[in-house]
């Protein structure tokens, strides 16, 4: 917890502390704390940003636990630069209370195999969920499959497979392709887990006590593959979905409907309130207008489809796939020990702090869900973040379409890092984006194997060479106005809020820009040279590979996120074990770590080279490669990043 006695000479060091912001609470400022208010507690929120007098002040302040300074560490960076005092109080009530850190990934629909599209948002929410970890957040990250609805009975019966085979398959094939990306999830929920059926059941009969639930006939256009009933005006030419570019169905049907109309006001409410509530800024302006052009109650019932949850009071209808699948999230939460009742599950943490999602289901995150939970007297979600698509040709990728591209394709020729950075690196998420693998190519050599992996590589020879491969000076012991220990604090200073925020993009391009900043660095001052003149040039250059060195740590530390795999490679290279790696938090991106006398292992590169093959330009990756990551090249066995072989050329 956050709440310190704070004595009244700190805090006269803290308000002249030259942190970028920071916040001073005075009580009362949450329910949960009401206990404190008589007495002299202040909380204080710390922005580290590496800067030694704020550690020192967080020590000074009783930040015994390492697990504390973590707290406020997070709490900071979900508000950092925000002065609203609302967050703070917000963030710090999550911390008092140690609720879980709830970041969820849309439930894939069993349709068809997972694809590319499927795969990028269930990278992201990894990065977060990684990122978050080293935080000192106890996270819950959820994924799963929607396994019900006309949709996928059609599937199944396409591949004669019976709907539950059908399910079974295609769910197991998502795990395991989750198991090639290296995902971290908590949660696997399937929406035909019987436990997850009592859930839903559960809810829909609070939401018709409520007095939100009427039966009433309903005509309009469908498309199947959306499971959805749409708006003519929304439609293309012959009334074609412009998601998936195929007629809509005409049904009438007696439904049984959600009175979302009833929420009209309090949505409105919520928006206008709440602007982390939908993410990026651009899609809560859409979700605005929609709820602007008027809340049209929606049916949550199918007469004619007998693939899913039977409605409570008629037997003869099955539950909606979409009011079914939302719940998902909630009973993903349910312990295995205890009953399948919402109490329980929402017990084990709920409300989520955020939801993945791509934008082709913004509105039944961010208009449907919410009036539900509403209904239901339940708390919202923090936030819904709508994602772009990964297009071929400017149409979303989609099974449906069948223009996908075969992620374990790309992990088993590149590797599963190579996938995760050049989908969070090269699109910014929250925008369309197209894939293609000349560029993929370019930029994961260019990155990943010249910038970060060749400077290890070629640092860690010349510390072979004139050192002995040890390390000859404490990294704290470089000057602060050293360029590399600069570029480090500054990248450090904003990173936090960037993965924060699901910018991973820019959190990328800061990584590397420390590793570019190392590469210009070494050959500015040619330590090979210096070693040749003399003990006290001698003694510069092995202070310059230490601070190489402790840069590459820090990037490493700072990219693990994104790149799990390579991370580790580089922190074993530099001598330290699995489990000084699984045990890193985000304290270590800080300057300072590698210490005098540690002995490197023999250099080995920790990032393969794709070799360029024939249908890409090899001019344009040279051009996108600076000139000093050029001097080694290693080619590609087509085998797993996994296996370190390689042959140097
Ligand atoms: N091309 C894509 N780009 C980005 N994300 C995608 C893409 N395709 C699917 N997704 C992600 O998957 C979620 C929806 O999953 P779904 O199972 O409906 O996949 P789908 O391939 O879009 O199916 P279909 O083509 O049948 O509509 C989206 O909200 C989005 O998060």
Redesign the pocket.
């Known amino acids: 917890m956050v709440l310190l006695r704070v004595p009244s000479k700190l805090i006269r060091e803290f308000k002249t502390m030259r942190t970028s912001s920071f916040h001073l609470l005075k009580p009362p400022y949450s329910p949960s704390v009401s206990s404190y208010r008589s007495r002299t507690y202040c909380s204080a929120l710390v922005s580290y940003n590496g800067s030694p007098a704020a550690v020192r002040f967080c020590k000074r302040a009783r930040f015994t636990k390492r697990s504390e300074a973590n707290y406020v560490n997070s709490a900071f960076c979900t508000v950092a630069q925000s002065s609203n005092e609302a967050d703070i109080v917000r963030s710090l009530a999550d911390k008092a209370s140690n609720k879980p850190f709830i970041i969820t990934?849309?439930?894939?629909?069993?349709?068809?195999s997972?694809?590319?599209?499927?795969a990028?948002?269930t990278i992201a929410a990894d990065a977060l969920s990684r990122f978050q970890r080293l935080q000192g957040e106890k996270v819950i990250f959820i994924t799963g499959t929607?396994e019900h609805g006309e949709?996928i009975a059609l599937a199944a019966a396409v591949n004669g497979r019976a709907p539950k085979e059908h399910c079974d398959i295609i769910s197991e094939d998502y795990q395991s392709l989750w198991k090639d990306l290296d995902i971290s999830y908590d949660k696997f929920i399937r929406t035909t887990n019987s436990r997850h059926e009592k859930i839903v059941d559960e809810f829909y009969r609070r939401v018709y006590d409520k007095g939100d639930i009427y039966r009433a006939d309903y005509e309009g256009l469908y498309c199947i593959?959306?499971e959805e009933f749409k708006e003519e005006k929304d439609l293309l030419e012959h009334k074609c979905c412009p998601?998936?570019r195929k007629p809509c169905d005409f049904r009438k049907e007696d439904n049984f409907f959600f009175a979302l109309s009833n929420y009209q006001k309090e949505l409105d409410g919520l928006l206008s309130s709440d602007s982390k509530f939908v993410q990026p800024n651009f899609r809560l302006n859409e979700v605005v207008g929609w709820v602007k052009d008027g809340l049209r109650d929606f049916s949550i019932s199918r007469a004619a489809v007998e693939w899913g949850i039977p409605v409570p009071m008629d037997v003869k209808q099955t539950i909606y796939v979409w009011f079914d699948a939302l719940l998902g999230y909630v009973s993903a939460l349910l312990p295995e020990d205890l009953e399948p009742t919402l109490e329980n599950a929402l017990n084990a943490g709920w409300p989520a702090s955020v939801h993945?999602?791509?934008?082709?289901?913004l509105r039944f995150h961010a208009v449907y869900w919410p009036a539900m939970l509403m209904s239901a007297g339940f708390p919202l979600p923090k936030t819904v973040f709508g994602?772009?698509?990964?297009?071929?040709d400017g149409l979303?990728?989609?099974?449906?379409?069948g223009n996908?591209i075969e992620p374990r394709d790309l992990v088993s020729r590149f590797g599963s890092d190579a996938v995760r950075y050049y989908f969070l690196k090269e699109i910014e998420f929250g925008r369309?984006g197209d894939y293609s693998e000349e560029r993929f190519i370019n930029i994961v050599n260019a990155n990943l194997a010249n910038t970060i992996g060749n400077l290890l590589n070629r640092t860690l020879g010349l510390l072979k060479k004139n050192c002995d491969s040890r390390i000859g000076i404490d990294s704290l012991a470089v000057a602060s106005e050293n360029p590399v220990r600069v570029a480090a604090a500054e990248v450090m200073r904003t990173l936090k809020e960037d993965f924060s925020r699901l910018q991973f993009s820019s959190a990328c391009e800061k990584i590397l820009s420390i590793a570019t900043t190392g590469n210009v660095y070494l050959d500015d001052r040619a330590p090979w040279s210096l070693f040749k003149k003399g003990v006290t040039s001698a003694a510069e250059a092995a202070q310059d590979l230490v601070t190489v060195l402790e840069a590459v740590r820090i990037v490493a530390v700072a990219l693990s996120p994104v790149t799990p795999q390579l991370s580790l490679r580089i922190y074993l290279q530099l001598g330290y074990s699995v489990e000084d790696y699984l045990s890193l938090s985000w304290e270590d991106t800080n300057w300072g770590a590698l210490k005098e006398g540690r002995v490197m292992p023999e250099a080995q590169p920790v990032f393969k080279k794709i070799e360029v093959q024939n249908s890409v330009d090899s001019e344009s990756a040279t051009e996108t490669a600076p000139i000093w990551n050029q001097w080694i090249f290693y080619t590609i066995d087509a085998q797993q990043m996994g296996d370190m072989s390689v042959q140097q050329t």
């Open positions: 990934t849309p439930l894939y629909y069993v349709n068809a997972p694809h590319m599209g499927s990028y948002p929607d949709k593959n959306c998601i998936h993945i999602i791509g934008k082709d289901i994602h772009g698509f990964l297009t071929k979303k990728m989609g099974k449906s379409l996908t369309d």
